[in-house]
């Protein structure tokens, strides 16, 4: 005996009315700064979130005077999902990291992204980018 | 995208960024106003917000209420009272 839905199979995710939710910061010769929520995405009521791909990077691109440490970093539902410290005087140093598929927000959740930099003095650059796709849950 | 001014609030710690009261918003680099700029205390900032969420250019209660309806931080008659 074959067993199905009358009205035929479930439509898949990337089917339920998909749209791109990207969420992005770049700054550059950004000053010392204290911990900032550069972007914050909610999921809206009645959808679900596929996180997609996470890339943050930071390019010292002036001196610090005092060095303190620089983070940048991107929080589902408030716990990390990728995170960096950059702790190098260097001019031009790069800190930089990436995940891909990353699993799925409900309704309600929040994908944020963040920077500091407790140094003195000096700038830095910084590229925080989530790709994100937006369903019907 | 609908580019508004809006406040910032926090204090720069871990337990309390310095973030907006929106539900969805992306920050526009070099906008930032500080109340105290020698300890780089934000005032405000330029922020991206979705145009599903505006109305004649401005953040819309309605809307955000009825896109985040039954979430308790969104969902609610203060909602952007104190942006």
Known sequence: MRVGFPAGPRLEWYDRNPQAARQQYSGTNVTPHAFTIRFTYTVPTGKKTFVMAAFVRTIRVQVATTLGPSTIGIYLADKFLIARAHCDNTLYSTVAAEVGHSGILLAGETCKGGTSDASTGGQMDFDIITHLVEFNA | ?83
């Open chain 2, 1 to 83: 995208m609908v580019k508004v001014k809006v406040k910032v609030v926090g204090s720069g710690t871990e337990a309390d960024p310095f973030r907006v009261r929106l539900p969805t918003y992306s920050m526009v680099p070099g906008t930032e106003e500080y109340a105290d700029a020698e300890k780089k205390i934000f005032k405000s900032v330029e922020v991206e917000v979705p145009d599903d969420e505006c109305d004649k250019g401005r953040p819309d209660k309605a809307k955000i209420r009825a896109k985040y309806r039954g979430q308790p931080l969104w969902d609610r008659a203060d909602v952007l009272s104190d942006i």
